[in-house]
């Protein structure tokens, strides 16, 4: 059974799966404190953004929103419930280490991961179902380090399975597969995310040799073209690596508003801008553009119902 944000699903019942996205990014309590930050009709614009993609195929996504990125789990929740989608939570940790749990020890953080596994959020009985960690252009620092072996020591005591931002120009992952090896991980139980930001097939297949899931999931993206991230995963694929790509977006529906000169605020956040059609950029470009290049429709199933699966379930 694989925890979601209305309670445990069979993997079976995941279906068509974006193993990247984000309901809302903020900050911590944001949602709370600042409601008006992230503009009117907050919830309402979150419903009706799931409800386009339910209607669209998407019937399962992991939002990989941590602590430090704004997490709201009963606002999760109520998205879910209303628009029909599966959504599977995180926790762990992304880049924001406050000043004053710098020096917590791993075991300490791994001990409040748990209790969001098992347990559920502080205040609720949601669960989490994914661990993520983090590191970025600046590679594992101290203070990520610590939360990079607390998440590998969270997931030795429940089996939870790991997500990781990463960030592949700069080739971190190295070192964090390093870490996980340290710490005894089973590496099969990994996703290294956000590896579609570049061409080094190289780099990417020796991930993948370790036995990592990669996960394709900065669509449309900025760093590299939306046509050469897809002729990526097909080279991938093409090498026999499709039993362990994960595509998906990293979109955001709810995000800060900044408000223009006149003092109006915008329909869209900026970075919703990039990508008018959201969680069914998959759908409507990358998917065609897949099946042009000669894969399969069983490849396609591949990709987004079984890949998700196996990850989850260590089958």
């Not at 409601?35 to 993609?53: I, M, Q, S, T, Y």
């Not at 899931?213 to 002729?231: A, E, I, K, N, Q």
Request: with cysteine; proline share 5%.
């Amino acid at each position: 059974m694989i925890n979601s944000v209305t309670g445990p699903v069979e993997a079976d019942q995941l279906g068509f799966t974006l193993m990247h996205e984000h309901v809302m990014v903020s900050a911590s309590g944001m949602y709370k404190s600042y409601p008006d930050l992230l503009g009117p009709n907050r919830f309402e614009r979150a419903v009706a953004c799931l409800k386009e993609a339910k209607a669209g195929g998407i019937d399962t996504m992991v939002d990989a929103t941590t602590f430090d990125l704004g997490r709201d789990p009963e606002l999760l929740r109520a998205v879910s419930e209303a628009s029909g989608v599966n959504i599977i939570n995180v926790t762990g940790w992304w880049l924001d280490v406050p000043r004053f749990i710098r020096h917590v020890s791993p075991n300490q953080m791994a001990r409040e991961f748990v209790r969001d596994i098992e347990e559920g959020f502080r205040g609720t009985d949601v669960k989490a179902g994914v661990l993520k960690c983090a590191a970025d252009f600046e590679g594992v620092t101290p203070e990520l380090e610590i939360m990079n072996r607390a998440v590998a020591r969270a997931h030795n005591e429940t089996g939870v399975p790991i997500m990781v931002h990463s960030y592949p120009t700069g080739q971190v992952a190295r070192r964090q597969i390093a870490i996980f090896k340290e710490e005894g991980v089973d590496l099969e139980r990994v996703k290294i995310d956000h590896s579609n930001d570049t061409t080094d097939t190289e780099y990417l297949k020796w991930i993948l040799d370790q036995g990592c899931f990669l996960g394709l999931d900065r669509y449309p993206g900025h760093l590299v073209s939306p046509h050469m991230r897809t002729v990526t995963m097909k080279s991938l694929i093409d090498d026999g690596y499709a039993d362990r790509l994960c595509p998906a977006h990293d979109c955001i529906c709810l995000h800060i508003l900044n408000e223009r000169p006149d003092g109006t605020l915008p329909d869209e956040h900026d970075l919703a801008l990039r990508n008018p059609d959201k969680y069914l950029y998959m759908h409507r470009h990358v998917i065609p553009d897949l099946k042009e290049m000669g894969v399969s429709d069983g490849t396609i199933d591949t990709l987004f119902v079984d890949n998700p699966q196996r990850f989850f379930t260590g089958a």
